[in-house]
């Protein structure tokens, strides 16, 4: 299993955080399908503020650019992130090449020297 954590904001504004919570409770099938597809085995969003921080596990043989690619590639997923990003903005400390900006693990109890 791998662990990816990444973070994102949403806009700053009231109702359109409570929309992307709303689509959050329902999302849509096709979209839950291609993440599963890719390899991606669970997925956590949290949010506080605006900031988001998100925490997705997959299979050993995930390869992010891979996945993303063929999670992408299904129109259904394209209309889903479309829609998303009419309600994210990209985190100040993100690259020009990320929409989530991958974060750091600086800390892992499970980590041998922490057994």
Do not use: N
């Amino acid at each position: 299993m791998k662990t990816y954590a990444r973070t994102l904001l949403l806009q700053d504004d009231p109702e359109k955080i409570a929309a992307y919570k709303r689509y959050h409770r329902a999302v849509w099938p096709e979209v839950l399908a291609q993440l599963r597809a890719t390899g991606i085995t669970g997925m956590q969003i949290y949010l506080r503020g605006r900031r988001m921080f998100m925490l997705m596990t997959t299979t050993d043989d995930y390869d992010p650019a891979r996945g993303s690619g063929e999670y992408a590639a299904h129109p259904k997923v394209q209309e889903w992130e479309r829609l998303m990003r009419t309600l994210q903005e990209r985190a100040p400390e993100a690259s020009p090449d990320e929409w989530w900006a991958e974060m750091e693990c600086v800390f892992d109890m499970d980590w041998p020297q922490h057994r």
